[in-house]
Nanobody, 122 residues
Framework: QVQLVESGGGLVQAGGSLRLSCAASGGTFSTYVMAWFRQAPGKEREFVAFIAWSATMTYYADSVKGRFDISRDNDKNTVYLQMNKLKPEDTAVYYC???????????????WGQGTQVTVSS
């Protein structure tokens, strides 16, 4: 059983930056694909980015490409999401997820964190 705990959310002005972290425990972190999803009020959860176990492959949603950067440190069992040039439409609860398949489909991820709120003011 893998436990995921996100941190780093908060309130930031448009154009600013935040770095989210997701610490994993209880499993072999380096074998999992790690992903970030987000859910805005009244909207469905949407894919943000994923990173393969070896960090050689990353993939981003078009809406964040060029602004967000996903990375991982397998020695620290942690995945990061560096968010730059934030926009009000990036406001959402951000979730970390772990799975065995590199996919944008949320139902294929096995483990989820509790989420961290990101609010971008205009």
């Amino acid at each position: 059983q893998v436990q995921l705990v996100e941190s780093g959310g908060g309130l930031v002005q448009a154009g600013g930056s935040l770095r989210l972290s997701c610490a994993a425990s209880g499993g072999t972190f380096s074998t999992y694909v790690m992903a970030w999803f987000r859910q805005a009020p009244g909207k469905e959860r949407e894919f943000v980015a994923f990173i393969a176990w070896s960090a050689t492959m990353t993939y981003y949603a078009d809406s964040v490409k060029g602004r967000f950067d996903i990375s991982r440190d397998n020695d620290k069992n942690t995945v990061y999401l560096q968010m730059n040039k934030l926009k009000p439409e990036d406001t959402a609860v951000y979730y970390c997820a772990a799975g065995l398949i590199a996919t944008t489909q949320d139902f294929k991820y096995d483990y989820w964190g509790q989420g961290t709120q990101v609010t971008v003011s205009s």
